[in-house]
């Protein structure tokens, strides 16, 4: 759950002075109230000066608790759900489609690990591109290391774009490029920001036909969630559950395909390199891949480290574009 300094903009009641006055009993996040007596804080913010604010700030709390409990689904609403709504998306990557029998689900998130140069800019650039062309959708690219390239990304479009007069290839391409949404992030309070406000936009879209935003790419979201892992706190840890919580939200509320990357770190079993920020964001992901380069012949091979439906161990190939 978000921690409350996330909150102020979408409710202006928990500001800075509610969050001084959740901070005086260890409450930084809505986490936090879950597991303190409510009763309690409620007494003690009857003697404070401010106290009708203070009450209504923690009212506000409580219902954002309430609003995170999603109704109960049956088998039938979900079979149905994900033959209308959860579409496969081509990456425009041949080798990463075909070990995915299609590309990216929506309503699910995929990461791609690797070592540094291993193709997983690539990756989300190529699929950026793909289905922004193909699909007449838009993307969001959230970029936190300064490795979104438009120059690759024209590329690509030409060469999707393939012969056609100069006049006409110039105009879809700026429509392209227009279509796909590049912010740069590079904290977690940034990216936390930026979700609650696409689930706002989203939110406001429903039934209205516009936006229509089908993929959410971070590159990468380990570059965000590692800096605050460590220490004897566990508030990163639960600022990183709860991120991976909200992308899961996004693509399964609103039908869209998340992609992100992580990197690799050194120190795991027998020294072996080992995907980034540990056991718990292991499971946040529903589908990981690995990529393994081969400098000598710039191919990739692609393993599936994790999926919902599929073996894993299955190897494709994918060819890196300088």
């Known amino acids: 759950m978000p921690p409350l300094e996330s909150l102020e903009h979408e409710f202006p009641i928990i500001d800075t002075n509610f969050r001084q006055f959740c901070a005086s ?21 009857e003697h404070q000066s401010d106290w009708n604010k203070l009450k209504q700030g923690i009212s506000q709390i409580l219902s954002i608790i309430d609003s995170q409990h999603q109704p109960w689904v049956n088998g039938v609403e979900l079979l149905k759900d994900a033959r209308q709504n959860k579409h496969v998306l081509s990456t425009g990557c041949e080798g990463l489609d075909f070990v995915l029998h299609g590309g990216l689900r929506e309503g699910q998130l995929t990461e791609v690990v690797g070592p540094s140069c291993s193709g997983k800019t690539q990756v989300c ?17 959230l970029d936190t290391s300064n490795s979104f390239s438009a120059k690759r990304v024209s590329c690509f479009i030409d060469q999707l774009l393939g012969p056609s007069p100069a006049q006409v290839k110039r105009e879809s391409l700026e429509r392209l490029m227009n279509s796909i949404l590049c912010h740069s992030v ?15 936009k989203l939110k406001s879209q429903v039934g209205t036909g516009e936006g229509n935003v089908r993929l ?33 939200k996004l693509a399964h509320e609103y039908n869209i395909a998340v992609l992100v990357t992580n990197h690799m770190v050194g120190g ?43 073996a894993l161990g299955q190897v494709g190939k994918l060819s890196i574009h300088n």
């Open 25 to 45: 009993h260890s409450l930084f996040s809505v986490e936090d109230f879950l597991v303190h007596d409510i009763t309690v804080l409620v007494r003690v913010a």
């Open 125 to 141: 650039l190529q699929a950026a591109s793909n289905v922004a062309y193909k699909y007449v959708s838009s993307v969001m690219f």
């Open 186 to 200: 590079f904290d977690i309070f940034g990216l936390l920001c930026l979700l609650h406000e696409l689930e706002l």
């Open 216 to 248: 959410l790419i971070i590159d990468s979201i380990s570059s965000l969630i590692t800096p605050i892992l460590g220490g004897c706190g566990a508030q990163g840890h639960s600022l990183m559950i709860y991120a991976g919580y909200l992308l899961k």
């Open 268 to 310: 795991g079993e027998r020294g072996v390199p080992k995907p980034a920020l540990g056991e718990s964001w292991k499971s946040v992901s529903h589908v990981r891949l690995l990529l393994s380069r081969d400098h000598v012949s710039n191919t990739c091979s692609i393993f599936i480290l994790k999926h919902p439906a599929m």
